[in-house]
């Protein structure tokens, strides 16, 4: 007699076999991404804090520079600084190495924070101010080592500078406050007053013209060649090369916006404008390929529906085909923004990796994006901007996190089953 279902058992263990081997791989994958999100999260939440200290200082008059009614106004402000330092520690240093390691407590950019402090504030003339002022990055790291309970090899700080910096906590004038300026100042050569406000914004323009080159050409281009063009060799042939085209790595397209839009057209370098033009080219076939999909759902009978009710081409394509379809295709424009809102490589071609201290005003201005400034800073060797890169990481993934959750809930919210 022959079994109705032979080896049923080994055909069942193969298949628990696969299902255990399927959820391993996903286990795995998960646990990569969740151990790369740990570890940046890790390094760069960090950023987000840092250290200040308090310092009671005289703003006197005989410390004005010039005292000439026609000059700007400017006080002696490192200065200002030793001798605050000087009291609060109770030291008088006597060798210019000993003035340096005291000055070495406080930002080098401290100066330019209190004279503009001086300039929005000229009342303070005259009188004595408690006044925050940010700590040097060595001190900054020192004490976040300090915290973790670590010690590195080599000490940041002199052994003078670290009994000082012991004094200083035990007076209550050393204090971690939530670092404000990552968010709203600019990029500087002073990992501690570094920001990514003129990236963010520059990142804003730029996404802005890719947005709006790439949506109406890469939709319009889609629209001809699913409802309007004739099914033969010649578009066959751009369909597959629009595919193609998804795939080529985005540097090419970088070297297309260097020799076409710089040097043919001679636009601006470093330029939101040509940053978006170039990154349109990348995020176009994207749009081209998504939004046939979404016309290719839209079943057949709404077309034939349309007809018979004496519509023409273009009424039922606009009138409704293209609506039906919008949800996919916003779906598909979002996540092409995301892709090329992590994109550097073209944009280091045409220029955008320029040191910016100021947010552009308008697309024309010298600007970089997010992903450039997080490479910019991990070129540089003090450990104050390796901890800004992670943190520079972080918020660019939560904002590609955000991205992906607005493509999501618009799809699900308008798209329609049939």
């Not at 010649?234 to 595919?243: C, G, H, R």
């Not at 540089?380 to 607005?406: C, D, H, K, Q, Y």
Request: aromatic share 8%; hydrophobic share 50%.
């Amino acid at each position: 007699m022959i079994k109705p279902f032979p080896n049923i058992n080994r055909r069942l263990l193969k298949d628990r076999l696969f299902k255990a081997f399927s959820a391993g791989l996903v286990l795995l994958i998960l646990s990569l991404f969740l151990g790369l999100f740990a570890g940046i999260c890790w390094k760069g939440l960090s950023s987000f804090f840092k250290a200040e200290i308090v310092l009671d200082l005289s703003f006197s008059k005989r410390y004005l520079k010039s005292t000439d009614p026609g000059q700007e106004q400017a006080l002696n402000y490192n200065f200002i600084l030793r001798k605050a330092l000087q009291k609060e520690l109770d030291v008088l240093p006597q060798t210019l190495e000993e003035n340096r390691e005291l000055m070495g407590l406080v930002s080098p950019t401290t100066d330019i924070a209190l004279h503009s402090l001086f300039q929005k504030n000229p009342e303070i003339l005259g009188t004595r101010r408690q006044i925050s002022l940010r700590v040097s990055d060595n001190v900054d790291q020192t004490l976040k080592m300090k915290i973790l309970d670590f010690e590195p090899a080599n000490s940041l700080l002199t052994e003078t500078q670290q009994e000082w910096l012991e004094t200083l906590k035990d007076q209550d004038q050393i204090h971690q406050r939530f670092n404000t300026s990552f968010f709203t100042s600019s990029d500087s050569r002073d990992p501690m007053v570094a920001g990514i406000w003129a990236a963010l914004i520059g990142s804003l323009y730029t996404l802005m013209v890719t947005l709006l080159i790439s949506l109406p050409l890469g939709v319009g281009t889609a629209l001809y060649l699913e409802e309007f063009a004739s099914k033969n060799r010649w578009t066959n042939w751009i369909e597959i090369n629009i595919a193609n085209l998804a795939a080529v790595p985005s540097i090419i397209f970088g070297l297309l916006g260097l020799s076409i839009f710089l040097t043919v057209w001679g636009l601006p370098r470093s330029s939101p404008l040509v940053g978006g033009m170039t990154l349109a080219l990348i995020m176009m076939p994207t749009v081209v390929v998504s939004t046939r999909s979404a016309l290719k759902a839209i079943p057949k009978g709404i077309r034939e529906g349309a007809f018979a009710l004496g519509a023409s081409k273009v009424q039922t394509t606009f009138h409704h085909v293209l609506p039906l379809a919008l949800p996919g295709i916003i779906t598909g424009a979002i996540l092409g923004l995301a892709r090329t809102l992590g994109e550097s490589a073209p944009l280091l071609l045409v220029g955008m990796v320029a040191f910016v201290s100021q947010p552009p005003l308008t697309p024309m201005d010298a600007a970089t994006v997010l992903p450039v400034q997080i490479f910019t800073w991990a070129r540089n060797p003090e450990r104050g901007f390796i901890e800004n890169t992670a943190g520079a990481i972080f918020v660019l993934i939560l904002i590609l996190i955000g991205i992906s959750m607005i493509a999501k809930i618009l799809r699900q919210r308008f798209e329609r089953k049939w």
